[in-house]
């Protein structure tokens, strides 16, 4: 069975639920831009409109479900973009929050704008954490480091065909 062929009773459950989780963070982006777009206070203000706002908050939800996919099908590299991805959403958390602790950093913006920032922050991470450290379990290591069974020769039996595993 190839790598992106799998099926649900072949997955861990830890990495079914990382991939429900990265599916759910996909949804985030676009949540975040329409409560910033239908919330503002003055809808001609500067600092994004739905023109900017939209279409990134969508392209960035299609590739983390894409990330959640590629996680589900076994993709070594997609767990490794989760764990650098947690380490961007740390350090981005950190800089919202240093930002919103300067005293004129959002004097322009609702009082509740650097609030929601950081907490889409916090939600992010959190989401994040949760899916790197489902995807670090034990069980979750095989799953991510099988090797693709070449098909049989003819004339051998399936289990006499070469192997492309080095581990043996």
Do not use: E, K
């Not at 459950?13 to 963070?25: D, G, H, M």
């Not at 239908?38 to 983390?64: E, F, I, N």
């Amino acid at each position: 069975m190839s790598a992106t062929n799998t099926s649900l009773s072949d997955r861990p459950r830890p990495v079914a639920a990382a991939s429900l989780l990265l599916y759910v963070l996909a949804a985030l982006p676009a949540l975040s831009a329409l409560l910033q777009l239908l919330l503002r206070a003055d809808p001609t203000a500067a600092g994004g409109g739905a023109d900017t706002l939209l279409p990134g908050a969508l392209v960035t939800g299609v590739l983390v479900a894409a990330l959640g996919y590629f996680c589900a099908a076994g993709r070594n590299a997609a767990r490794v973009v989760v764990w650098l991805m947690t380490a961007g959403a740390m350090l981005n958390l950190v800089a919202v929050t240093v930002t919103v602790l300067r005293p004129d950093s959002y004097a322009t913006r609702p009082d509740w704008y650097p609030i929601f920032l950081v907490t889409v922050g916090a939600v992010q991470l959190i989401v994040l954490a949760a899916a790197s450290i489902l995807l670090a379990q034990p069980t979750a290591r095989p799953f991510f480091r099988r090797m693709p069974q070449p098909p049989a020769v003819a004339g051998q039996a399936a289990s006499a065909a070469p192997r492309l595993d080095p581990r043996g």
